[in-house]
């Protein structure tokens, strides 16, 4: 009769089901097995008579020697290592990338609209720095800027939707490449496929295109040839010669006639740095909603411009409202105004942004210098321009420019509040 004594072996696999899980806290849900493997690999070799009598101590034991590196000869003491940081933390990485991808679409949808668009363009097209400025048509460092303004708004995001485990859990246990990812999942799931009619009438758009350009390039052939033909035989070479620029003007239409009737065209306007414009405007700025609140204002910057902007505090001054500056056809520029009843005067902060910097072109630009500095840190900057004194700092992807005349750089830089 066959002995109902478990073998040696037997008795130790009963032990994985308590195993398993320590190995997932270890290692995480993707190395957990390998981990399992590596140790049973290396008990199967020990003798049964060689063996604690604890075995699931022993296996518990060889468990977290092996995930910590160490793994000792058996009878060792044990010597657990030291605390795993949050970053390495495998089941905390995993913990966080589950808790970023159930509130993600929260967080992305909270983002303004040209957050959403500079991170789709980073992560569907996975974009060099290079790619990334030809499609915003701004420099590579701007839009490396860009980029990086919007990613970290996109944390920003995710943070005000998480509790406070959640997010601190996230912010130290979530790598970026992992949230771009989950981002990149989230378009796919969301906003793909293209529906296969669009995608026939894409493809009947652009056939059609190409056999007008075969069929206007056909006509415009034959009609040339019959015309030099009918020109050859009936006027003379000077007559031909003279024609034939004639044509080439004509050709060209109203421009090129303009280049043989017309004065020069006027010169483009003179660039205007961010800054003169912030400053020369901050006395025809008029309150559009009036309201002491913060959040109000926020809230209506939020509803007007599609954007979220954390209205600054200053000291000693009461929030007036919510202006604005219309800087061309498409640019307005939010302004939040502020009473300052010790001077008797208005403080004028303008809420920029890189995006609202590339359709004001040249009526306003921002130094070189100034936008190094501001893509380096976040420290309040002063500049100067003729009586009107001014402050500006970034704010994420805001640059907000404080202007007051009748304060000096230095006393309204120690009163912002941010």
């Known amino acids: 009769m066959p002995s109902s004594t478990p073998s040696p072996e037997s008795s130790l696999d009963r032990h994985l089901q308590a195993l398993y899980p320590l190995a997932r806290v270890l290692a995480g849900s993707e190395k957990a097995a390998i981990l399992i493997e590596d140790v049973y690999s290396q008990v199967a070799d020990v003798p049964p008579d060689e063996r604690p009598d604890d075995e699931r101590a022993w296996l518990f034991r060889l468990l977290i020697e092996h995930r910590d590196g160490s793994l000792p000869s058996t009878g060792a003491d044990v010597h657990p290592g030291t605390e795993t940081s949050f970053t390495d933390d495998p089941f905390r990485r995993e913990v966080a990338e589950q808790t970023a991808e159930r509130k993600l679409p929260v967080a992305f949808a909270a983002c303004s609209l040209h957050e959403r668009v500079i991170l789709a363009v980073d992560v569907l097209a996975s974009p060099s720095d290079e790619l990334l400025a030809s499609a915003l048509d701004t420099t590579v460092e701007n ?24 997010r601190m859990l996230v912010d130290v246990a979530l790598p970026d490449e992992a949230l771009r990812a989950q981002l990149r999942t989230l378009f796919k799931d969301h906003f793909q496929p293209a529906p296969s009619s669009l995608r026939a ?9 190409q056999a007008k350009r075969k069929n206007d390039a056909s006509d415009s052939s034959a009609s040339g040839l019959s015309l030099l033909s009918s020109l050859g035989n009936k006027l003379s070479v000077r007559h031909l010669v003279g024609t034939l620029v004639l044509i080439g003007v004509l050709g060209l239409g109203i421009t090129g006639w303009e280049y043989f009737t017309s004065s020069p065209s006027t010169a483009p306007p003179s660039p205007q740095s961010m800054v003169a414009l912030a400053a020369q405007q901050a006395s025809e700025i008029t309150v559009a909603h009036p309201t002491t609140d913060a959040e109000s204002a926020a809230a209506y910057v939020r509803e007007t411009w599609d954007r979220r902007v954390a209205v600054p505090s200053i000291e000693g001054a009461t929030l007036q409202g919510v202006g604005r500056l219309q800087a ?44 190094s500095q501001l893509t380096a840190n976040r420290s309040l900057l002063e500049e100067e321009h003729a009586d009107r004194n001014v402050v500006l700092w970034r704010q994420q992807d805001d640059i907000l420019v404080a202007v007051a005349p009748h304060l000096s750089s230095s006393t309204l830089r120690t009163r912002i509040q941010r």
Do not use: C, M, W
């Open 201 to 209: 009438t894409v493809r009947d758009i652009l056939e059609r295109a």
């Open 328 to 371: 061309g056809s498409d640019a307005a520029i939010p302004v939040f105004l502020f009473d300052d009843p010790p001077e008797k005067a208005r403080i004028v902060v303008y809420a920029f942004n890189y995006a609202l910097l590339n359709r004001l072109g040249p009526h306003g630009t921002l130094d070189r210098s100034l936008r």
């Open 143 to 166: 839009a490396r800027s860009i980029r990086d303004q919007a990613r970290s708004a996109l944390r920003a995001s995710l943070r005000d939707v998480l509790n406070g485990p959640e």
